[in-house]
């Protein structure tokens, strides 16, 4: 690439902390974005399953939550009770839908979404650049299932009866816009149990080396359309349980899940479900469908701190896999308002009715950092590394020659130039070729000549196929004869990345955070749940 198209490359674009921990069922990490104009504030999660943007509505503080005081607050609205789309000038009503994202999870209807198009904004940490998504699909929610709102990390377009055109996702129109390198991110769902408390990290356009372990594999997408995250739990073990060391996949076998930060709890079968309850004195609450843990056990098992092993792989068969640990504390979650008057302890685990339902949600994702690169159809997972003092932002180009101008490509086009590029290696091979044809026969006739041996020189190649993030492996789920399959090893087609003139950066101290009407500097406030 010249240094010209180099030059044209953006950065990754790092979404800013709320520095808040929010939420109904557990203390998560949320991010500030804003929405309308002028642009109303919230702090959201990530959602790796969706491509559109959640936000609370007022309706969602009526009924039973009519008398909460700090309803809105509570689901992550800065000011207000929710997001008030006549307030907002850019505001363009689409109409009243399902939300599609879980519906596998929550069923076909009784959540639907207020949709419209409107203005989403962003601000970078901690360089403080500011950008505006016009035409953006937004949902305004008040079902209860969607208590914070969340920001779509999928590229699906929005389909709308009243819209001829896809509506493009948040991911593809900063791409398309060249306000990131690549249709990827990297995620971090932070843990406030750690120490330091982790924050969190959301990287559009690359990932942040400096917060996960590195993994030995990579994992293909899933689906068609929509695509997904899936993966296999080869087995799971638990240590220093209430009842000991226990496996917990009945006769070791692999079960298949999806990775979707959109939900809080791990969704499982039945029986896998029962064993972690006989592990971890469980008590499974019916009105809520939620594993309850009582005051004595509560204290046992801070007291014993278990783990929990999952060795996650490719497929049922695979027999390669990589470990996620998780500690008790990251299971150690409190549920309040809507789901139980007074604050609760419970453990996120939910039973899966089938196969589509077994997801591994945030509380999972607590300790495992997750990259997507959707224009390569890959993901991979590493173990979390809990801080925010340094970043070492890695960016990942799009596969595309294209990257270099945002979609917008001039000149020779990008078959032509991999024709030239080709011919010119095979010019230089045939010259190299040549040259030492030569060389080897005038050696050659000197050895013959003076007895004497020469080692030939051997040719060295200056350029090292780069590796892809954290991997030279990539595995595929299977999912049919229309599958689509990644090559393996060093066929494998290579990441790019840039070079390492990104430096480490130390986090500010100070914590900006997006008003009502912009921007406002202010010291860090952390809120948390009782």
């Known amino acids: 690439m010249s240094v010209e198209a180099r030059s044209a490359v953006p950065a990754p674009f790092s979404i800013t902390p709320s520095w808040y921990w929010s939420g109904d069922d557990g203390a998560w990490a949320t991010f500030s974005i804003a929405v309308g104009t002028p642009p109303q504030s919230f702090h959201i999660l990530p959602s790796t399953t969706g491509a559109e943007t959640w936000v609370p509505i007022p309706e969602g503080c009526e009924g039973i939550l009519t008398n909460i005081p700090d309803c809105g607050i509570l689901r992550g609205v800065e000011e207000g009770r929710g997001f008030e789309t006549n307030a907002s000038s850019t505001w363009n009503l689409l109409g009243i839908y399902e939300l599609e994202t879980e519906q596998n999870l929550w069923g076909p209807t009784g959540n639907p ?25 937004v949902a305004g929610v008040a079902t209860a299932n969607v208590w914070l709102g969340s ?6 377009d929005g389909s709308f009866a009243n819209v001829k055109q896809g509506i493009p996702s948040l991911l593809e129109t900063m791409k398309s816009q060249n306000y990131t390198p690549s249709r990827s991110f990297g995620y971090a769902a932070g843990a406030s149990y750690s120490a330091p408390q982790d924050y969190g990290s959301l990287i559009l356009g690359g990932y942040d080396q400096a917060r996960f372990v590195p993994s030995h594999l990579n994992f293909s997408l899933g689906g068609t359309e929509s695509k997904t995250l899936p993966l296999s739990i080869a087995s799971i073990i638990a240590e220093n349980t209430i009842q000991g ?36 004195g469980l008590t499974y609450d019916t009105s809520t469908g939620m594993y309850l843990v009582n005051s004595t056990i509560h204290r046992q098992l801070v007291e014993s701190n278990p783990t929990v092993t999952f060795a996650i ?5 695979s027999s390669s896999t990589s470990n996620i640990e998780l500690p008790y504390t990251a299971f150690d979650l409190q549920a309040g308002i809507p789901l139980f008057n007074t604050s609760t ?16 949600g945030r509380a999972f994702l607590q300790e495992a950092y997750i990259f997507v690169d959707w224009d390569r159809e890959y993901f991979t997972i590493g173990q979390a590394i809990h801080q925010n003092s340094t970043t070492n932002i890695v960016p990942v180009l799009s596969p595309s020659s294209d990257s270099a101008t945002g979609g917008k490509s001039s000149g020779i086009g990008t078959g032509a130039i991999a024709g030239i590029a080709i011919g010119a290696c095979a010019v230089i091979a045939a010259l190299v070729g040549l040259a030492a044809f030569l060389v080897m026969r005038s050696r050659k006739r000197q050895r013959a000549a003076k007895a004497k041996g020469e080692m030939p020189m051997e040719l060295h190649s200056d350029h090292i196929k780069p590796p892809e993030i954290m991997s030279a492996q990539v595995y595929e789920l299977q999912e049919g ?18 070079q390492a003139d990104t430096p480490e950066q130390e986090l500010d ?14 010291p860090n406030t952390y809120y948390e749940l009782p």
């Open 113 to 137: 979404g207020q949709y419209g198009l409107d203005t989403v904004s962003l601000k970078s940490y901690p360089s403080g650049e500011h950008l505006e998504l016009s035409s953006q699909t």
């Open 151 to 156: 920001v779509g990390l999928g590229i699906a």
């Open 245 to 280: 060391t226990l496996a917990l996949l009945p006769g070791g076998d692999a079960i298949t899940t999806i990775i979707d930060s959109t939900v809080a709890q791990m969704w499982l079968p039945q029986n896998v479900c029962d064993l972690f309850a006989q592990a971890f």
């Open 313 to 317: 792989g490719s497929t049922a068969q």
């Open 345 to 360: 302890n419970y453990f996120p685990l939910r039973v899966a009715a089938n196969e589509s339902q077994q997801v591994l």
């Open 481 to 498: 004869e229309n599958s689509k399959h990644e090559l393996h090893g060093t066929h494998a087609k290579p990441l790019l990345e840039l």
């Open 509 to 522: 101290g100070d914590g900006e955070r997006f008003g009502r009407y912009g921007w406002d500097k202010k």
